[in-house]
């Protein structure tokens, strides 16, 4: 077992604090801060480590070579066995991982050489092209050497089609003959890549399986259109261009696969269509083959294919018209069971992130606190930090977000009173910025778990392109106020969340934790009852004696809470420094007041400022409590019980400390 002398020795540059444990530096961000790292050993033994900064535990001992496992308290010979294989698992995936990676950076290298070498399309002669009648577009380049995937020879002058990250770099790269026979380079990535046709385009965003389909889509309607590659990669390419665009019209352009067992053509863009509340158009079948918009295009010509995937889309929408008009709910997004061959054997996307670490795109996030801890304001922040795509306490945010803000609590008038104030306090807000956040207040007239409710909030969501939704506060907004705790009361509630997160939105929603002997209103603990086990990811809000803040946040892929511990500047939060961990005289006295002005017994009032200041050690409250004593802001005094026996108290002074 390591030690904290073992880890600050490793990490170096470390000193000790005074009180057995060490400050210094934090490799993981490579802070220059020499107070930025605390390195100290708990109670029973455990060591703690926390950077102000906001790195974990974990990042900080991986950056020098160390794991969790290391620095765990010694425990029987079982346990210790059972660490030991956890740790070497994770060892083993972490190696398996970082060798994937090497082999996805190897061949991404060779995708973006062959790419660069090869040469542009200067003349609509390509033989796969013409048989397919499509036009070559900017991107698609001719290979200029011979090349062998999987035992087949692809010739010079074959297509070089590149497979883009979403950071818009090459992963792989695509080959296809004259004959139309097709490779992906070995040992790339694939899942989540596009080629874009004419993406900066106007008009609605089409998203096809195949080149060809995009092209013949591309060419017959103008629209600009992104190859997703395969039926598969369809909901990853929907989901990352949903973040990109928010409020833009998105329409899935299927194969229909009547020939296959399942359709996953249909099934695919179905799925994808509905987890971000976009369109699909599906080909009628040809001669009862399967079909795809090239195939439409061969049979019909552009006019005519225009007016079929045009006529497709509008049926959607007249549909969906009716659907909204009569109050009926849209179905939820479809779930394809998978065989476990294909669960061995396929890619399977891990959720993509709204906020990374947090909180994935189209689920859900509770914020919880008692009464006055702050998180209306929590709330609002971080509806300002998803429309700017800014930093949430060293979460990262990815990309920019439209924002529907929803508040029972107080009337139009109180929350403009709110935002001047947050304005000054969030950077790098602009106009276009503030225009991607919606805020509506409601005075408690509306029940989002009825039906009236649900349709405006549906109808709000349409009007203002929002894919995050954020209920403040969610007792207000139910039915259920008396028993808003309850899993049989907030059943109706979660099902319409299920709803609204099928149009492609992520849910946020600020709750309030239950009051000592109150059974029933409030969240019990991080995860009580109701809407606990519903969400996906958990923040509790709050907020020390001494005026100090924290976030436990309890997510579903962490082991345990993952604490932080925050400052307030003006209205927002923000990260402590250094010096804010110090324990000073006026935080004496403010504790002391939260008692009412007067504890009795010198240990007693010691253990108080302890749980304010669970890592200041015995020493530095000493210097503090003096401190605050010869300020005058507290006083001690021994006063006769009533059976003769002497009473220690400490208390604020009602005027200025007199001389001795």
Not at 501 to 520: F, L, N, Q, S, W
Request: hydrophobic letters at 40%; glycine letters at 10%.
């Amino acid at each position: 077992m390591l030690s904290a002398d073992d880890i600050a020795a490793a990490i170096g540059g470390c000193r000790p604090d005074g009180r057995g444990g060490y400050r210094g530096p934090c490799p993981a961000h490579n802070g220059k801060s020499a107070d930025v790292l605390s390195i100290g050993t708990g109670n029973d033994g455990r060591v703690l480590i926390h950077c102000f900064a906001g790195c974990s535990a974990g990042e900080v001992l991986r950056s020098v070579g160390l794991s969790w496992g290391s620095a765990l308290p010694e425990r029987d010979t079982q346990q210790r066995s059972e660490a030991k294989s956890a740790t070497a698992s994770r060892e083993r995936k972490e190696k398996q991982q970082c060798e994937q990676e090497e082999r996805y950076a190897k061949a991404a290298a060779e995708a973006r050489r062959i790419y660069e070498v090869s040469a542009d399309i200067t003349a609509e002669n390509h033989p796969y092209l013409l048989k397919k009648g499509v036009k070559p577009v900017y991107g698609l380049k001719l290979t200029v050497e011979a090349i062998t995937i999987g035992g087949l020879t692809f010739l010079a002058g074959s297509l070089a089609i590149p497979a883009f990250k979403q950071d818009g770099k090459i992963s792989t790269l695509q080959v296809i003959d004259a004959e139309g026979n097709k490779r992906f380079l070995p040992g790339g990535r694939k899942a989540g890549t596009f080629f874009p046709v004419n993406e900066n385009g106007d008009g609605p965003l089409v998203i096809a399986e195949g080149l060809v389909t995009a092209l013949s889509v591309h060419e017959s309607t103008e629209y600009p259109t992104l190859v997703a590659f395969d039926a598969g990669n369809l909901i990853s390419v929907a989901t990352f261009a949903r973040n990109e665009y928010p409020g833009r019209e998105i329409i899935l352009a299927a194969d229909n696969d009547v020939g296959t067992d399942g359709n996953p053509g249909v099934t695919k863009a179905t799925e994808a269509a509905q987890a971000i509340n976009g369109k699909f158009c599906i080909p009628d079948p040809i001669d009862s083959k399967s079909t795809d918009w090239n195939d439409v295009h061969k049979a019909h010509g552009l006019e005519r294919t225009r007016e079929l995937f045009l006529t497709s889309l509008i049926a959607l929408a007249v549909e969906d018209t009716a659907k909204a008009a009569t109050g009926e709910i849209p179905q939820q997004r479809a779930i394809i069971p998978r065989t476990a061959l294909q669960y061995l054997t396929e890619a399977i996307l891990e959720p993509e992130p709204l906020i990374e670490g947090i909180l994935p795109l189209l689920c859900t996030l509770v914020i919880y606190g008692l009464e006055k801890s702050g998180k209306t304001w929590l709330a609002l922040q971080l509806a300002f930090l998803l429309i700017t795509g800014g930093d949430f306490f060293g979460f990262e945010i990815r990309g920019k977000h439209r924002v529907l803000f929803v508040s029972p609590e107080g009337a139009d008038p109180a929350l403009k009173a709110r935002l001047p104030a947050l304005y000054l306090y969030i950077p790098n807000l602009d106009d276009e910025d503030m225009g991607r956040l919606h805020l509506v207040s409601t005075l408690g007239s509306l029940k989002v778990d009825m039906s009236e409710g649900e349709a405006v909030i549906r109808q709000w969501i349409k009007d203002t392109g929002a894919n995050v939704v954020i209920f403040d506060s969610w007792y207000r907004l139910t039915s259920a106020q008396n028993k808003e705790n309850s899993n049989d009361d907030q059943k109706a509630a979660q099902d319409m969340l299920d709803r609204l997160k099928a149009m492609g939105v992520t849910i946020i929603i600020v709750h309030h934790a239950r009051k000592p002997g109150d059974t029933d209103k409030g969240v019990a603990e991080i995860r009580g009852a109701g809407l606990g086990p519903y969400a996906d990811s958990i923040i509790r809000l709050s907020k020390s004696k001494s005026g100090k803040h924290a976030l436990s946040l309890v997510l579903r892929h962490y082991p345990e809470p993952h604490e932080i511990v925050l400052k307030r500047q003006g209205p927002v939060f923000a990260l402590p420094d250094a010096d804010d961990w110090e324990v000073k005289p006026k935080y004496v006295r403010d504790i002391l007041e939260s008692h009412g002005g007067r504890v009795e017994g010198k240990t007693e009032f010691f253990e108080r400022i302890k749980v304010a200041f669970p890592e200041a050690s015995g020493s530095d409250i000493k210097r503090a409590v003096k401190g605050a004593e010869d300020q005058g802001l507290i006083q001690f005094a021994n006063l006769k019980g009533g059976s003769g026996g002497n009473k220690f108290v400490v208390f604020i002074p009602l005027g200025p400390k007199k001389e001795a």
